[in-house]
Nanobody, 119 residues
Framework: QVQLVESGGGLVQPGGSLRLSCTAS????????MGWYRQAPGKEREFVAI???????NYADSVKGRFTISRDNAKNTVYLQMNSLKPDDTAVYYC?????????????WGQGTQVTVSS
């Protein structure tokens, strides 16, 4: 079992910063990809960032240059540092773990943490 719990969300002003954390209660392997998705009201869940083995990363165009994803496998934790936040960043942010079991891929999700960017 992999259970994920997000934390660090809250209310911030435009231009502010937040750091989200996601801690797994189960075992996370170094080969697991760990990422963040978000869902704004009335919209589909969208990709935000992912970090793979070797710490290679990918980001959505909307957050490039503002968000940074990192992980600490010893702590079973993935982080999302969010800077220069915009009102459009308002969403529920979900942690994701992707585990490859050839030829299948398993996905695990947290319950989400609310991020609200407003003045």
């Amino acid at each position: 079992q992999v259970q994920l719990v997000e934390s660090g969300g809250g209310l911030v002003q435009p231009g502010g910063s937040l750091r989200l954390s996601c801690t797994a209660s189960g075992t996370i392997f170094s080969t697991d990809a760990m990422g963040w998705y978000r869902q704004a009201p009335g919209k589909e869940r969208e990709f935000v960032a992912i970090i793979h083995i070797g710490t290679s990363t990918n980001y959505a165009d909307s957050v490039k240059g503002r968000f940074t994803i990192s992980r600490d496998n010893a702590k079973n934790t993935v982080y999302l540092q969010m800077n220069s936040l915009k009102p459009d960043d308002t969403a529920v942010y979900y942690c994701n773990v992707q585990r490859s079991r050839w030829p299948n891929v398993l996905n695990y999700w947290g319950q989400g943490t609310q991020v609200t960017v407003s003045s």
